[in-house]
């Protein structure tokens, strides 16, 4: 929500007095820095603001947010920010959640605030690790991932958050990487333009409990032949010129081609504004069965908006159906209505 009239603000005004407490050399900190210096220029006021977190690392981002915020409690901050965002649309809702506040415990929470479209912005970073606690596997971690709860590897299938989203008919769903702050920036600004539930899974890397895990995507070295960057309308090209391509084959599977071994007319065009999700829901899945154990090596895989489509947002429907109750009935009864059939005395 712009207000045009919002008088000029800077990094300085969106950075609370707070320290900031993460280990050094943690990707929260570059999260944390797009988030600061991207607000001043949505034309928001920071008292408009509000940024709601769960339980994690990630969770201590009200702290350092110069915004009305909430620390709330595991895997509930989807709920809370519900609750905020309904009652008081004229505010800014932000949520701040990790892989394991989001995914196990608030999984429920997660998916209801997806579906129904409640108009939020959420940052689901993710380590594919428990980082608050020490270094558990989360429901983000790899078949096979040695860790203080799992000494024989877990044999837990990990969640592919992006396609839990679309599952969750999110109407808004894109990824990001911490080391590109003008690419977190844009993730961002676009999430917070579009009205309804913005999802953005921001890979995040602990260099404490999980150092180095998307190192051969996100690494620089690795980037321009690793990283698939999507332009809704453009054909789905990256590496170096753009030598490599997408497209769909008879079965539906997407594939990684040479460009020029079968022509850039064959290529898949990237449809971000497609409501039948199975195009994003295909794009979420590229890679994911080569990346979901530890013995595999990585292949390319999407990053950019993946989804944007435009459906009503709850807040709004809520806010219509009250408005219709009340010229149509009147004030309600409270007292009637727990006082109406079904009701006994218990002596």
Known sequence: MTDTAVSLTTKKDWTSDQEVRWCPGCGDYGILLAVQMLMPELGVKPENTVFVSGIGCSSRFPYYMNTYGMHGIHGRAPAI???????????????????????????NHLIHALRRNVNLTI????????GLTKG?????????????????????????????ALGAEASFVARTHD??????????????????????????NCNVFNDGAFDEVTGRKNREEMMIDLHHGEPIRFGENGHAGVVMGEDGQLRIVEVAEIGIDAILKHDAHRNDPSLAFALARLGADDSATSSSTWTPIPFGVFRDVVRADYGSMVGAQLAEASTKKGPGDLRKLLQSAGTWQVS
Do not use: C
């Open 136 to 164: 558990q596997y989360s429901p983000t971690s790899e078949l096979g991932k040695v860790t203080k709860s799992t000494p024989m590897g877990s044999i837990d299938h990990p969640f592919n958050p992006l396609a839990l």
């Open 81 to 107: 920010a519900t609750g905020v965002a309904v009652a008081r649309p004229d505010l800014d809702v932000w949520v701040v959640t990790g892989d394991g506040d989001a995914l196990s415990i608030g999984g």
């Open 179 to 204: 080391l590109d702050r003008k690419h977190m920036m844009e993730t961002f600004r676009a999430a917070h333009a579009h009205r309804g539930s913005s999802f953005i899974e921001i890979l995040q």
């Open 123 to 130: 940052l689901l970073f993710n380590n594919r690790i428990y």
